[in-house]
């Protein structure tokens, strides 16, 4: 806790005073450019991955960057989701998931979440494709853990982009054109973002200048076309 109240120290000290204005601003009401819902994983940092200053990102966690169907209200997701569609008027909305995924590894490995009801229970929101892929995934012994966590990580994304699209505030929102959708991959160890390609069908670098680079800590030494 030391370590918390040191940073709040530094911060009236000197980051607050160096932007009085920005706060002043945001203190009479916020526009965000984006709704980022991502994991609630303690590594996964948008603000920072993103360099974005207080009042850009709506963030949104949920174990394993889920969106649960607006129906399932006790998560808090679906009004997130709804206040910033209809309220704020947010034009983009990113569901991000991320690498090292413990929900997603709880996904692959369910007997080590058996103590865990609460999480067992919330994962059911990753949706029969998750479990369809678990099961497949199980059966490929070709396929290192890794590369099976990887795959389930980027289902996952599509999966929730599905489910996104569900929300009546995003339905209303893409059929009148005022809003976006975008699924992200973050890999923690190279700080780099893949984006899905709807049209192609698979995950892209985000920056189009990394389309040869290694952007993937699971993938070294492979190169993205």
Not at 52 to 73: D, H, K, W
Not at 123 to 135: D, I, M, N, Q, V
Not at 149 to 166: M, Y
Request: one cysteine or more.
């Amino acid at each position: 806790m030391q370590k918390l109240i040191d940073g709040y120290a530094r911060f009236r000290s000197n980051v607050f005073p160096k932007q009085s204005g920005l706060f002043e601003k945001l203190a009479k009401g916020q526009q965000p450019q984006a709704l980022f819902i991502c994991c609630s994983d303690s590594r996964v940092v948008p603000e920072v991955v993103m360099q974005c200053e207080p009042g850009t990102l709506f963030p949104c966690r949920s174990v394993g960057n889920l969106v649960p169907p607006p129906t399932e209200t006790a998560s808090g997701v679906a009004a997130t989701i709804e206040y910033a569609i209809r309220v704020l008027r947010i034009p983009d909305v990113v569901i991000c998931g991320h690498s090292d995924c413990g929900a997603m590894k709880g996904i692959l490995e369910s007997e080590k979440i058996e103590s865990l009801p609460a999480v067992r229970s919330y994962l059911e929101h990753a949706g029969p494709s998750s479990k369809w892929l678990t099961r497949l995934l199980k059966d490929a012994t070709s396929l290192s853990f890794e590369q099976k966590l990887k795959l389930l990580t980027e289902a996952n994304v599509i999966a929730q982009l599905q489910n996104l699209r569900n929300h009546p505030a995003v339905d209303d929102a893409l059929k009148n054109n005022t809003v976006q959708v975008h699924g992200w991959v973050y890999d923690i160890g190279t700080g780099g973002i893949l984006q899905f390609d709807a049209e192609q069908g698979c995950f892209r670098p985000l920056l189009p200048e990394e389309k040869t680079v290694v952007v993937t800590s699971s993938d070294r030494g492979r190169k993205i076309a």
